[in-house]
């Protein structure tokens, strides 16, 4: 497909995952909140995000890891809530919690295909969420917003990049099943995408106010704007991305970021930097300029 016609695809991804699903007042969703970037270079695949985890009714943690590795070549990631909580006044009454549907899974399979451990993981954070509901026939919410993603990215045999994508989402009639929308797409050399809370990142890669005029300026968002205005995006490197990625993560974590957007306060650090190397694979970053 042409850039354009992607650009629009990965933008429908990223708008439905910025507006929290609302749960009814028994259901909520937990440890919440999230901000992960996805870079790609003729030979990486970088990751970032912060380690924020926010539910209803507690104070803000950080610490939250959100980024895994799959096997040698892939990474799979949680963007939203991560948890379903089914409430009696303030007691947790039941909870389903999707990431150790992922961890357990990948402690079994030790050198998984990328596609695989997608659709593994997906369907039984899926059968998690339908079970859910059966036990729960009031779990409704709004159908137009997902609660919860999981994604996978990384390299297959003699294929390009590939990123994969469950949203999922409750239903809006008592006793409806809920609902999950998928795509798989390939992450074409030049690209970044903010997942999230992504109001601030977008506005650095694509606004043209004076918000954040000196993040703007600064080295890593100026050499990607220049790239993206010249159409050269596929010439930007490792290290160009993971800057850019810790330029988005340090402005929303900012306390100027909280009157652009209130709710930036679900992104807190310390922050994490990976790389998918298409020859190495999997690397943690623990430092980036």
Request: aromatic share 10%; hydrophobic share 40%; glycine share 6%.
């Amino acid at each position: 497909m042409s850039l354009p016609q992607f650009r629009l695809r990965v933008l429908f991804w990223i708008a439905v995952n910025v507006i929290p699903c609302s749960l009814n007042a028994q259901t909520r969703e937990a440890n919440r909140g999230t901000l992960i970037l996805i870079g790609a270079t003729s030979s990486s695949i970088t990751l970032a995000s912060d380690s924020a985890s926010f539910g209803e009714g507690k104070a803000i943690a950080n610490g939250a890891q959100k980024i895994f590795p799959v096997g040698t070549f892939g990474a799979c990631i949680f963007v939203g809530s991560t948890k379903l909580q089914y409430l009696s006044g303030s007691k947790v009454m039941d909870e389903v919690s999707f990431i150790p549907f992922a961890t357990e899974w990948l402690k079994q399979h030790r050198s998984p295909a990328v596609r695989d451990a997608y659709n593994s993981v997906r369907e039984s954070i899926f059968a998690s969420i339908h079970a859910f509901q059966k036990r729960h026939l009031d779990f409704v919410g709004d159908p137009n917003h997902t609660f919860a993603s999981f994604g996978c990215v990384g390299y297959e045999i003699s294929t390009s990049p590939l990123m994969f994508s469950s949203d999922y989402y409750a239903p809006d009639v008592r006793g409806a099943a809920p609902r999950v929308s998928k795509i798989e797409i390939a992450l074409r050399p030049g690209i970044f995408i903010p997942l999230g809370r992504d109001k601030v990142s977008l506005e650095l890669l694509e606004g043209n106010s004076r918000e954040f005029l000196s993040e703007k300026l600064g080295q890593a968002v100026a050499k990607y704007m220049l790239a993206r205005k010249s159409g050269t995006r596929n010439l930007l490197t490792t290290d160009d991305f993971l800057g850019l990625s810790k330029a988005c993560l340090l402005t929303t974590e900012s306390p100027m970021a909280r009157q652009f957007d209130s709710q930036t306060f679900q992104v807190l650090p310390p922050n994490r930097f990976a790389v998918i190397d298409a020859k190495s694979g999997f690397r943690w970053v623990h430092s980036v300029d």
